[in-house]
T-cell receptor
Framework: DTGVSQDPRHKITKRGQNVTFRCDPI?????LYWYRQTLGQGPEFLTY????????KSRLLSDRFSAERPKGSFSTLEIQRTEQGDSAMYLC????????????FGPGTRLLVL | ELKVEQNPLFLSMQEGKNYTIYCNYS?????LYWYRQDPGKSLESLFV?????AVKQEGRLMASLDTKARLSTLHITAAVHDLSATYFC??????????FGGGTRLMVKP
């Protein structure tokens, strides 16, 4: 399977703990995106990378959130001092660069903060 | 701020019937995407619409874009149970950052 992969698929944590999620994009895609989806809503954009450069960050991405893509391949999204409001599905997508491109989504990481 | 609204939010229909889902957006864009999401699963790309008047069809689904009216439609012809899912439209007006609508949950009953 050469699609977008995410790990872990599910994460349960206690409030105040830190969590880190990983995304591996489709291999030839140099753009990588993070979205958050809460139950019954559409995904909301968080941030995106072109190669290793983080080009945009949503105001939804508070200072407790940090994303990296150190070698322009996989990416990590870390949430520090988790809050119950962080409970959501975190989706990663990737695309080619240059003009409008379809974003291909991974299976997501479902986070539950107790 | 770009806003994307879909209606209806929920649609229950009989197999064999036709229906249309509407997607309105608030600012100028000529890049609109339709995705499908099955329960507990990720999003699957259905259509990419990149110009005024664009029409794409795949099986029983047909999508169109009217950039002047800031409106896209997803038309379902002779619905079957396998089409039951949530359908999202998404607009790109800022260079690859998608703004999604709230989704239309479609249930097709035998």
């Amino acid at each position: 399977d050469t699609g977008v992969s995410q790990d872990p698929r599910h994460k349960i944590t206690k409030r105040g703990q830190n969590v880190t999620f990983r995304c591996d994009p489709i291999s030839e895609h140099n753009r990588l995106y993070w979205y958050r989806q809460t139950l019954g809503q559409g995904p909301e954009f968080l941030t995106y990378f072109q190669n290793e450069a983080q080009l945009e960050k949503s105001r939804l991405l508070s200072d407790r959130f940090s994303a990296e893509r150190p070698k322009g391949s996989f990416s990590t999204l870390e949430i520090q001092r988790t809050e119950q409001g962080d409970s959501a599905m975190y989706l990663c997508a990737s695309s080619l660069a240059g003009g409008p491109q379809t974003q291909y989504f991974g299976p997501g990481t479902r986070l539950l903060v107790l | 701020e770009l806003k994307v609204e879909q209606n209806p939010l929920f649609l229950s229909m009989q197999e064999g019937k036709n229906y249309t889902i509407y997607c309105n957006y608030s600012t100028t864009s000529d890049r609109l995407y339709w995705y499908r999401q099955d329960p507990g699963k990720s999003l699957e790309s259905l259509f990419v619409l990149l110009s005024n008047g664009a029409v794409k069809q795949e099986g029983r689904l047909m999508a169109s874009l009217d950039t002047k009216a800031r409106l896209s439609t997803l038309h379902i012809t002779a619905a079957v149970h396998d089409l039951s899912a949530t359908y999202f439209c998404a607009v790109d007006n800022a260079g690859n950052m998608l703004t999604f609508g709230g989704g239309t949950r479609l249930m097709v009953k035998p």
